[in-house]
């Protein structure tokens, strides 16, 4: 019966879905919060603690979690796993000297039972930028061939136009319609 209701819910009704927005500093993910809830580039400083906002794509409601990226805050991301439905992970795509350490906090979140049935969008960000890593490199790198119990999609972005933003939107909701 409960799945019968929260299916005529997603039909009918609204049904909000968390998200939680991770990377490391100097990723771009405030920037790609502001832009989908703007579609502008709004200038950002470095986010100490969280950022929170709705954003809402045709009926889907996402409850979107921006979680500051220094060292000393990333230890405190599990605070806020409980009832994710999806993680977006934003990725610097010209940082590659830390892209182990990005790949080491993903597969840290994804053994976390909190997340366990969590959709994963990783934003590929900066892609404007000159000799920034494609996302089949960033894929290779992070090996996300190897996540086989979650649903994931790596998307090419750069957070100041809004270009590959949309698709990736795109995705969770589809993502979302068979949650």
């Not at 609204?14 to 990377?23: A, D, F, L, R, T």
């Not at 989908?36 to 996402?62: D, M, P, R, W």
């Not at 990736?168 to 979302?176: C, H, I, N, T, V």
Request: aromatic residues 8%.
């Amino acid at each position: 019966m409960g799945q019968l209701i929260a299916k005529l819910m997603r039909i009918f009704g609204s049904q909000e879905h968390k998200v939680i927005i991770v990377g490391l500093d100097n990723a771009g993910k405030t920037t790609i919060l502001y832009q989908f809830l703007t579609n502008e580039a709004v200038h950002t400083c470095s986010t100490i603690g969280s950022n929170v906002e709705e954003i809402v794509l045709q009926k889907t409601h996402f409850l979107m979690w921006d979680l500051g990226g220094q060292e000393t805050l990333r230890s405190t991301w599990d605070t806020y796993y409980s009832n994710a439905e999806f993680v977006i992970l934003v990725i610097d795509s010209t940082d590659r000297n830390r892209l182990l350490t990005t790949r080491e906090e993903l597969y840290k979140m994804l053994a976390h039972e909190a997340l366990r049935d969590a959709s994963v969008l990783i934003f590929a960000n900066k892609q404007d930028v000159k000799d920034s890593m494609t996302t089949a490199e960033i894929s290779q790198v992070l090996t996300l061939s190897a996540i086989k119990d979650h649903p994931w999609q790596i998307q090419g972005c750069c957070a100041l136009t809004g270009e590959g933003l949309p698709a990736g939107l795109q995705w969770m909701k589809s993502q979302a319609t068979t949650k």
